[in-house]
């Protein structure tokens, strides 16, 4: 057996202190980088959750647009005629004024 002399006692040489410093920073850096994952790999799924939601509700849009019902044709020009002739026996059982049944026409004639 060799005598390599007297063993310290007390606080750690430079070498052991460098070697837990090692042992700390690598832990921290593995806990660290484990937990940057853990919350990416979250984020990449509510991301996708996010995607999937727009593009259906996207398909959903498009298939309502393609389902609505045309729109009404325009109104024909007897149809205006009526309308005129309409508010004419308005005018004549005194239900309108003349202001009333000059504003109604014009705005029929307007549309």
């Known amino acids: ?3 390599r002399g007297p063993r310290r006692m007390g606080r750690p040489g430079l070498l052991g202190t460098v070697a837990r ?3 700390i920073t ?4 593995a806990t660290s980088n ?3 994952r853990h919350a990416a790999s979250k984020q990449a799924e ?3 959750r ?3 939601a727009a593009q259906q509700q996207y398909a959903e849009q498009q298939a309502a ?3 609505a019902p045309p729109p009404p044709p325009a109104p024909a020009g007897d149809d205006l005629v009526s309308r005129i002739q309409e508010l004419v026996r308005l005018k004549e059982a005194g239900v309108l004024t003349d202001e009333e049944f000059t504003a109604a026409k014009a705005k029929l004639l307007q549309s």
């Open 1 to 3: 057996m060799v005598f």
């Open 65 to 67: 647009q393609q389902q």
């Open 50 to 52: 996010i995607d999937q």
């Open 34 to 36: 484990a937990m940057n």
């Open 26 to 29: 690598g832990t921290a850096r």
């Open 21 to 23: 410093t090692a042992v």
């Open 46 to 48: 509510e991301q996708e």
